[in-house]
């Protein structure tokens, strides 16, 4: 499986129940899902946590930490004990009493730690591009189990895959932000997360399905 599906409630909505609708009706078509900011500060991580009880694919909380390493681990315990089992940092915090303290927590958990190398909005490349090589040696101090890395600019794929074999890769900026189903994959990304072009679907099983229908045809198409 090679899909996330990226949970961001819009406003007007009750954020569990949207949660809830979308992860019943996908849950199995999905490796996984990540919730972001808007869902979590709305609804708490607990009563996000609980739509994905029992579940045992990837629960992602998309915080994007970037405090002093003491706070991040905080942070994380309580994550931890929400249900969720992998959480986004970013890498630019640094290794020493950074990252490094954040890892040793995941570790401890059991909860994966994923960095953010690079992003997929355009201004990405005003600060983040310009130090990748450094984010990608504080991800490879702290030994990370996956970092993200923009669908939409394929190549920063392919640059981060060329550094880091033994990460794992996921791509944000499929379907609402550009990019093309399986241009992540084929350029090295292990997962690609896609939002909105499968959650404000009329139906987003059926988004998904023809979102990983792409993907595999992609693939098939770039490994031949
Ligand atoms: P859409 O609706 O655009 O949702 O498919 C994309 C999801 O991915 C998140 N996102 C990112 N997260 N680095 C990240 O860590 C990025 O470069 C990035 N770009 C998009 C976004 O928050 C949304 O949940």
Redesign the pocket.
Request: hydrophobic share 40%; net charge positive; proline share 8%.
């Given at each position: 499986l090679t899909l996330i599906i990226?949970l961001?409630p819009p406003t007007g909505v009750d954020p569990v129940e949207w949660c809830r609708s979308i992860f019943e009706r996908t849950r199995d078509i999905a490796t996984g899902f990540?919730i972001?900011l808007p869902a979590i500060v709305e609804a708490g991580a607990s009563r996000i946590g609980e739509v994905f009880r029992g579940f045992d694919g990837l629960v992602i909380a998309?915080l994007?930490l970037a405090d002093i390493g003491d706070i991040m681990a905080l942070t994380v315990e309580k994550l931890a004990r929400c249900g969720f089992n992998a959480v986004?940092a970013h890498a630019f915090v640094g290794y020493e009493r950074g990252l490094s303290t954040l890892s040793e927590k995941c570790r401890e958990l059991g909860v994966k730690l994923v960095a953010?190398v690079?992003?997929?909005?355009p201004g990405?490349v005003e600060v983040m591009d310009g130090v990748v090589e450094k984010l990608i040696s504080v991800v490879e101090r702290a030994r990370c189990w996956g970092v993200?890395a923009?669908a939409t600019r394929p190549e920063m794929v392919r640059f981060v895959r060329s550094r880091l074999s033994w990460v794992k890769i996921l791509s944000?900026?499929?379907?609402?932000?550009g990019a093309r189903p399986g241009d992540a994959l084929c350029a090295g990304a292990d997962y690609e997360?896609?939002?909105?072009?499968i959650t404000r679907s009329s139906d987003p099983r059926e988004a998904a399905r023809r979102v990983v229908e792409e993907q595999r045809r992609a693939l098939e198409r770039c490994r031949a």
């Open positions: 990226a961001d990540k972001g998309d994007k986004i953010v690079s992003m997929s909005h990405s993200v923009p944000p900026g499929v379907g609402a932000q997360i896609v939002g909105r072009a």
